[in-house]
């Protein structure tokens, strides 16, 4: 090669003569030795051999592990020299594996063989490799479960549910619930999701099971989801589930598609029957208006009557004979006034008194004496 060539001693300078050989082993090629003289290094031409710098580093690793003593290979004294160090950094691998990290919304459950142990919080905790096991559970975030499959996807199988008063109706919502305890979420049940799913179907049927059709389509919606909300939380307790559950929603409820018809004239009629019981209402409560307004002025009247008799039974008291006397005409005034008769005081009279014919004449222009029946022959007998 042109670089280690010694008529052409390049830019490391003339070889070392072969009498000045390293130490080391005799095989060992030469190291070309640095320039002397000052200024920067300069990199080795293009025309190096990478197969030779390869050998050379191998030999230097052979040397490193005893391989220069002439038996082609690793010297074991070396190796057990080496062993303790990498059986220490390997110790301490396997041990610093066991450092468990948990997060703020995190808990960390420990097992040992298998077993449920203890509980992390947040913070950095510490398990024993090959013998403990860690699970992270996330208890802050809200998890959610559908009942009744979705919009595009429905499943009858677990929305169609019967009702109290014997009706059938569509029903889907979704369960929003929380882990409280991860170890008990984790051990106590199996198959946490599907048994939050049929926890809240059964809780839901049984609800629906106690109401009526129309308030579960109307108004009653709440209360239902409260009731299923309040179930569910005690079940769950009882199997020891570690599981708080947040809300429900109803997302749809309505009659099945097949009797959805029925169900409209149903409502229409319903809406009828409010609006007639509204228009009754008005009315009856018009007529007790006026009644209670009759039933005021007869009051008023009677009570001006009765102070009126009082005024004039204090007058009595006063002159009872004036009084008298005026009562008297006033009544004889009032009956007289409706009444066509002639009454003629026949004190001192001799001769006949003639009347007009206009004194027996009624107001209505028919006169008396026609209308007066005649005797009978025998009663004037």
Do not use: C, H
Request: glycine share 10%; aromatic share 6%.
């Amino acid at each position: 090669m042109p670089w280690n060539d010694n008529a052409n001693p390049g830019p490391w300078g003339s070889p070392p003569p072969e009498g000045d050989k390293p130490k080391g082993s005799a095989d060992e090629p030469r190291r070309p030795q640095r320039p002397q003289g000052e200024g920067p290094r300069r990199p080795p031409p293009e025309g190096v051999d990478l197969n030779e710098l390869i050998d050379r580093y191998m030999l230097q690793l052979r040397g490193l592990l005893g391989g220069g003593n002439g038996g082609g290979g690793p010297d074991p004294s070396n190796l057990l020299r080496y062993l303790p160090i990498a059986a220490g950094l390997a110790v301490f691998l396997v041990m610093l594996s066991g450092v468990v990290i948990v997060g703020q919304r995190e808990r960390a459950v420990i097992t040992t063989f298998g077993a449920w142990t203890r509980t992390y919080g947040p913070g950095i905790g510490y398990r024993v490799p090959l013998i403990e096991g860690v699970t992270k559970v996330n208890i802050s975030s809200l998890r959610k479960t559908e009942v009744g499959g979705s919009t595009s996807a429905p499943s009858l199988q677990e929305s169609l549910m019967l009702t109290g008063d014997q009706n059938v109706v569509d029903l889907r919502f979704t369960v929003n619930w929380r882990v409280s305890d991860p170890g008990k979420f984790l051990f106590n049940i199996s198959s946490q999701e599907a048994t939050v799913k049929a926890v809240a179907e059964s809780a839901m049927r049984e609800v629906v099971g106690r109401s009526d059709l129309d308030p579960i389509l109307s108004t009653g919606k709440a209360q239902v989801q409260d009731q299923t909300v309040e179930l569910m939380q005690r079940v769950l307790d009882s199997y020891n589930a570690g599981i708080i559950i947040d809300s429900i929603q109803i997302e749809d409820a309505q009659p099945p598609k097949e009797v959805v018809a029925a169900f409209q004239d149903v409502a229409t009629a319903g809406q009828n029957k409010e609006a007639k019981i509204n228009k009754a209402r008005g009315e009856a409560a018009g007529i007790q208006q006026n009644a209670l307004g009759y039933k005021a002025q007869v009051v008023n009247e009677a009570r001006g009557e009765a102070q009126r008799f009082n005024q004039v039974y204090e007058q009595y008291k006063l002159a009872p004979a004036v009084t008298r006397q005026r009562l008297y005409i006033e009544t004889m005034e009032k009956v007289l006034s409706k009444s066509n008769k002639v009454i003629i005081d026949g004190k001192g009279v001799t001769a006949p008194i003639v009347l007009s014919p206009d004194a027996f004449r009624r107001k209505d222009g028919t006169s008396s004496l026609s209308a007066t029946p005649q005797p009978s022959q025998g009663a004037a007998q």
